[in-house]
């Protein structure tokens, strides 16, 4: 539970009020006026539905003890200031300031929730440890998370999201972390930035506040980071990977029992680790926890027990088993490299017939065509069947060659009820089934009907 004042507020955020007698303490910080408990700080932001302003009154009745606005009012429990969403970072940052502790920031296009978690697992193996809960990743979420943080914890891992450029470096201004991991540099939002190199350069923002003893970890076999030099930077540079010139290397990858077991070589390691989880995406996310965790001297035992406690965020490659029909539910998000290395994983899970069910990946703009086209492609060569939701998709509907000598058969929706009554006829026991899209596709709905309800077979 933290503990704030009304003054600390005013004197980090540069706001108004005149009750300088008025000083209550402060439990918790909101910015959902349905949780406002008595002594909350209630944040009010302007969203794209509500205007959180209009809330102040039931804050008052629910007993917060002090309220953030951009409106003047004459309550006491009321704070003006021009901009809510920056004073809330300026709160969190002063906040995290109070504590001595490491702190871990994660970005990338793919692949950044799943290392937040690994991280996670392994750091808390060793350290007290808080995390990005869900996806509080942008510039409301990251400071919530940040002032969850209290005296009892020893390390923090920060999930860092961006659409556009600017961002990232805004979250790495509060969190100043000690460590910086990114993941890769995909598509993911090319319709905003029009290149890979200005995702590049946003993600790059991770490292703006990094000092001498800083170190930024990179994905080594990512063809724009692997062109980082550390003679560029007054941070330290390690980049993992497959490569040899990785100084944190994996090899002898093996799936077996939907498990990874690999070999890791470098940062004075070299020892085999076992990941409850399969892909060479995700042995690269757990080569990104075991060189954070290195850095920080935790023992390589406990970094293996870490990595055995992985479990990956709801909607992220969740495994059910119902009716003899095994679902890998990854429908939380997709770009172009998420969708290409989860099916390129997919035989390793897969027995019986393997179908697919992939939604459109979003935000690709002028570059949506070809992918859907190329996913298309590859989705032909791994599975048997596939339904493919939504407009963009119907271009990889095309691209899905089917052989006459072969059972290969795929279908194309563009309404999710309509295709959920297909799917529910043709699936049978047996069968194993990815479902993968962008959020906005809503694929989980699919999961849900196709899961919730008894199949007949």
């Avoid at 009010?44 to 205007?51: L, M, T």
């Avoid at 007290?128 to 891992?157: F, S, V, W």
């Avoid at 870490?306 to 539910?329: A, C, D, T, V, W």
């Avoid at 069968?431 to 596709?441: A, E, F, N, Q, Y």
Wanted: proline fraction near 2%; hydrophobic fraction near 40%.
């Amino acid at each position: 539970m933290i503990k704030l004042t009304k003054n600390q507020i005013l004197s980090w955020t540069g706001g108004e009020n005149n009750f300088k007698d008025y000083n209550p303490k402060i439990a918790n910080v909101v910015t959902d006026s349905r949780k406002i408990q008595e002594n909350d700080c209630y944040i009010a932001i302007k969203g794209e539905n509500f205007d959180g302003n209009d809330f102040i009154e039931q804050a008052i009745n629910n007993k917060a003890s002090v309220i953030l606005s951009n409106r003047q009012s004459s309550h006491k429990e009321v704070i003006t200031v021009e901009d809510t969403v920056i004073a809330l970072g300026n709160i969190a940052k002063n906040y995290l300031m109070q504590f001595d502790i490491k702190k871990l920031a994660v970005t990338g296009s793919s692949g950044k929730t799943t290392t937040k978690d690994m991280l996670y697992y392994v750091f808390n193996e060793h350290f007290c440890t808080h995390r990005t809960d869900g996806n509080y990743n942008n510039e409301i979420g990251l400071p919530l998370t940040a002032l969850n943080i209290d005296k009892g914890y020893e390390a923090a891992i920060f999930e860092m999201g961006m659409s556009a450029l600017g961002e990232i470096d805004y979250l790495a201004q509060l969190v100043r972390p000690n460590i910086a991991i990114i993941t890769n540099i995909g598509s993911c939002h090319i319709e905003i930035l029009k290149s890979q190199e200005n995702i590049f350069k946003a993600k790059m923002e991770i490292s703006n506040y990094l000092n001498d003893d800083d170190y930024l970890i990179v994905n080594g076999d990512d063809k724009y980071l692997t062109s980082l030099s550390e003679n560029e930077y007054k941070f330290n540079l390690i980049k993992y990977g497959f490569s040899g010139e990785c100084q944190l290397r994996a090899s002898d990858y093996k799936a077996i029992d939907g498990q990874s077991e690999f070999w890791v070589t470098g940062m004075g390691i070299n020892r085999r680790f076992t990941l409850p989880a399969i892909g060479l995406h995700n042995v690269s996310n757990a080569l990104s926890a075991i060189a954070a965790g290195l850095i920080y001297k935790i023992p390589t035992e406990k970094i293996q027990a870490g990595l055995m406690k992985f479990q990956p965020s709801k909607l992220r490659m969740q495994i059910l088993e119902k009716n003899n029909i095994k679902y890998i539910n990854d429908s939380y998000n997709a770009n172009p490299e998420s969708m290409e290395a989860v099916i390129t994983s997919f035989e390793s899970y897969a027995r019986g017939r393997r179908i697919a069910i992939l939604g459109d990946m979003l935000e690709l703009g002028e570059f949506s065509v070809a992918a859907h086209e190329r996913i298309g492609r590859l989705a032909s060569e791994k599975f048997d069947l596939v339904f493919f939701i939504g407009s963009q998709m119907k271009h990889a509907f095309d691209n899905f060659s089917i052989d006459e000598n072969t059972d290969k058969r795929k279908y194309h929706f563009i309404d999710n009820n309509i295709a959920i009554e297909e799917i529910k006829r043709i699936i049978k026991y047996g069968d194993t089934i990815l479902i993968k899209g962008s959020r906005g596709m809503k694929l989980d709905e699919i999961f849900s009907a196709l899961t919730d309800d008894n199949m007949e077979g």
